[in-house]
């Protein structure tokens, strides 16, 4: 088989025989951050998160509507990701669970954390 498809990052010289394993080269290799799902060659780790905020972003105000018309469209682009330490998941409720153990753990950090002189 013949190597015709360059990986898309600049940075990188790897040659792949199709489309799709390039894009799964980019997708298991660490040195890429690379968004599978919208096809996305991130910069960096923040700039891969920062795409992720911005995709699910219209989603938190008008979860229903969009939702619908991703159905329409049979093509899902959503988002669910957690902007304070970029883990993904696969359901709302999922990122809200976690959201509330974060935000448990930071309130007990604040409640119990180094007492400010005055
Ligand atoms: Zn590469
Ligand atoms: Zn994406
Ligand atoms: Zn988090």
Redesign the pocket.
Known sequence: MMATVKCTYESCDQWFPSEREMQLHKYIDEKHDY?R??D?DGTSWDDLLQ??ID?MAPYLFELKKLEREDKKKGKK?M?VVCEFCGEEFKTWSGRDKHRTQVSQSLLVLRLHGPRKGR
């Open positions: 968004c799902r919208c996305y795409h992720k995709a682009i988002h």
